[in-house]
């Protein structure tokens, strides 16, 4: 996984004094007190991708990343450690906060920072961790009780090599926000439902791509667009075995390494979702690549119709392919 590496910033002085006065107006005094050991701290821009919309981070079991963040106040003595999402319990040793390196825990799941001192901890808002469960435990097919199947790459010399991980997802993690527009139960397998956990391959540069497609098409209807236009994902990440059901379905698809999604957007504004919004989100597809070359892919585009096969194919394979397909 790529990382941008960031150094902690610290902002001494009127800042700190000013956040902690804000907390004390409407906090528990305990709050206040926790808020004033513990400085405000929150991901550095870089953290959200080219896009500046992805909310989830990616990582392998006990790898040392640069996690960027941006400490306000003082970060001498600082230490950090992992929760669960959605919990507070510390589920790692505290470490000591030196530059940018942090080291994963070791488990897979969902992560949120924890930042420390004197025995006071405040946790990092706005990025989720996920620490993926590796390839290698994949056997016969099987990952932890659950069906993948068989990449081509593992019969075929010279085909694309298989994901390095995947998400574990719980009922729970379906609702984590992903990116602005998108939440981790969008890239579900669509073969096995009811069977928990879930497990999918998603690649971040697809996240940022569909991101500034959204701000592409949000650009053409004005500055504030943005946070009202929604995306429906018809099929994310696709299982090799689920794969092999799909009428039509090409047999080294995308899909199968987290590197596509099928995609509906009402790219007009006109309540539906029609064949000239699939062209429109072409459009901003191809805009997309020329300004950003490193997210070249596939591009789908699928009009008929019906609403439910009005959709657009959009992926990051790093190669130019283009086709058009009816309902």
Do not use: C
């Given at each position: 996984?790529v990382?941008i590496a960031?150094g902690?910033v610290?902002v001494?002085g009127?800042f700190?004094?000013?956040?902690?006065?804000?907390d004390?107006?409407?906090?528990p005094?305990?709050?206040?007190?926790?808020?004033?050991?513990v400085?405000?701290?929150?991901?550095?821009?870089?953290?959200f991708g080219?896009?500046?919309?992805?909310?989830?981070?990616f990582a392998?079991p006990a790898?040392?990343?640069?996690y960027?963040?941006?400490?306000?106040?003082?970060?001498s003595a600082?230490?950090?450690?992992?929760?669960?999402n959605?919990?507070?319990a510390?589920?790692?040793?505290?470490?000591?906060?030196?530059?940018?390196?942090?080291?994963v825990?070791?488990k897979?799941g969902?992560?949120?920072?924890a930042?420390?001192?004197?025995?006071?901890q405040r946790q990092?808002?706005?990025?989720?961790l996920a620490?993926?469960v590796?390839?290698?435990?994949?056997?016969r097919?099987?990952?932890?009780?659950y069906r993948i199947?068989?990449y081509?790459a593992?019969?075929v010399r010279g085909?694309t090599?298989p994901?390095e991980?995947?998400?574990?997802?719980t009922?729970?993690?379906?609702?984590i926000?992903?990116t602005?527009?998108?939440?981790?139960?969008d890239?579900?397998n669509?073969?096995?439902?009811?069977?928990?956990?879930?497990?999918?391959?998603v690649?971040p540069?697809?996240?940022?791509?569909?991101e500034?497609?959204?701000?592409e098409?949000?650009?053409w209807?004005?500055?504030?667009?943005?946070a009202?236009?929604?995306?429906d994902?018809?099929s994310?990440f696709?299982?090799?075995?689920?794969?092999r059901t799909?009428?039509?379905?090409?047999?080294?698809?995308q899909?199968q390494?987290g590197?596509?999604?099928?995609?509906?957007?009402d790219a007009?504004g006109?309540?539906?979702i029609?064949a000239?919004?699939?062209?429109?989100?072409g459009?901003a597809?191809?805009?997309?690549?020329?300004?950003?070359?490193d997210?070249?892919?596939g591009?789908?585009?699928?009009?008929?119709?019906?609403?439910s096969?009005?959709?657009?194919?959009i992926d990051?394979?790093?190669?130019?392919?283009?086709w058009?397909?009816g309902?």
């Open positions: 996984m990382w960031a902690v610290a001494v009127a700190q004094f000013i956040e902690a006065a804000s004390a107006n409407d906090k005094v305990g709050t206040y007190l926790a808020r004033a050991v400085p405000l701290a929150e991901p550095s821009a870089s953290a080219l896009s500046g919309e992805v909310k989830l981070a392998m790898q040392e990343i640069s960027p963040l941006d400490v306000h106040g003082d970060p600082l230490h950090y450690a992992w929760v669960r959605g919990d507070s510390l589920v790692t040793a505290a470490q000591p906060l030196n530059g940018d390196k942090v080291s825990p070791a897979a969902f992560y949120r920072l930042l420390l001192k004197s025995g006071q990092v808002e706005g990025l989720t620490v993926l590796p390839f290698e435990e994949k056997e097919g099987i990952l932890r009780g199947g068989t081509l593992e019969r085909k090599p994901p991980g995947f998400l574990e997802i009922p729970p993690d379906v609702d926000p992903i602005r527009h998108l939440k981790v139960g890239f579900l669509h073969d096995q439902p009811g069977v928990w956990p879930s497990y999918a391959a690649n540069k697809l996240l940022d791509k569909l500034l497609v959204i701000a098409i949000a650009r209807h004005g500055a504030n667009a943005v009202n236009i929604e995306i994902v018809h994310g696709r299982a090799p075995a689920h794969n799909i009428r039509r379905a090409a047999r080294d698809s899909h390494y590197d596509a999604a099928d995609v509906a957007i007009n006109d309540g539906k029609t000239i919004d699939s062209r429109m989100v459009l597809v191809e805009i997309v690549e020329l300004k950003h070359p997210l070249v892919g591009l789908g585009i699928y009009t008929s119709g019906h609403s096969t009005n959709y657009v194919h990051v394979r790093g190669r130019r392919a283009r058009r397909g309902g």
